[in-house]
């Protein structure tokens, strides 16, 4: 019989998304997280990292942040945003103590077109149209629970368990010890829906380590 593995997925742990960028989507204490996301890798088969990886001159790129959050009328770039993530610059780098990228198991690059901002890591698209191969991958893995922490709680770690639970049917555990978040509002609705699809949320490495 097949042994059923763990994965932990590494969501966007990146320079952008912390006070170390502040010109971009600095998460308060998104650059602390780095030794949580290592402490629940010690309990997974499996590392992945997602990574943000988006051109200069995407279509959903504002100057100034206080145009943030506009809706556009495209269905795979739904909302405005500062440039952030874009390769070769310091907000693309991953955060302190994480493992260099070629240490992952699986890694996915996401928005590299310019046209689409996707927030989940299962889909280059928010249609859900197009796959990155991650669940397809974590499947022939014989992966059936996923831990999941990262940046940010409210936008792309949540799209991303929310995926791994709908499209994917695993076991998802998001460690909230291992995320931060954009906005307390955000997150505090973040965690209702992914409650109400069945995710499982836990505060702290032995809650994880308990399940
Ligand atoms: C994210 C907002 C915009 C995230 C990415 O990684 O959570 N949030 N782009």
Request: proline share 7%; charged share 25%; hydrophobic share 40%.
């Given at each position: 019989m097949k042994q059923a593995k763990i994965a932990a997925i590494d969501v966007d742990a990146q320079r952008t998304f912390t006070p170390l960028c502040p010109d971009e989507l600095p998460v308060p204490e998104g650059d602390t997280i780095g030794p949580a996301l290592n402490e629940q890798a010690t309990l997974a088969d499996v590392r992945v990292l997602t990574k943000d990886a988006h051109p200069a001159?995407?279509?959903?790129?504002?100057?100034?942040?206080?145009?943030?959050?506009q809706p556009l009328p495209h269905k795979n770039a739904d909302l405005t945003w500062v440039q952030h993530a874009v390769p070769g610059t310091k907000g693309f780098e991953t955060i302190d103590a994480l493992p260099a990228?070629?240490?992952?198991h699986y890694v996915v690059w996401k928005?590299?077109?310019?046209?689409l901002h996707p927030?989940?890591?299962?889909?280059?698209?928010i249609e859900e149209k197009l796959s990155t191969g991650l669940i397809e991958w974590l499947h022939s893995q014989d992966v059936e629970t996923v831990i999941v922490g990262g940046l940010a709680t409210d936008y792309c770690v949540k799209t991303t368990a929310i995926q791994l639970k709908k499209r994917g049917r695993f076991d998802v555990v998001v460690n909230l010890a291992a995320c931060r978040g954009i906005n307390a509002k955000t997150v505090s609705s973040a965690c209702d829906e992914m409650l109400a699809v069945g995710i499982k949320l836990v505060d702290s490495q032995l809650a994880l380590s308990c399940l």
């Open positions: 001159n995407a279509i959903w790129v504002v100057d100034d942040p206080a145009d943030m959050l990228v070629t240490e992952y928005g590299i077109e310019p046209d927030y989940g890591a299962c889909f280059h698209d």
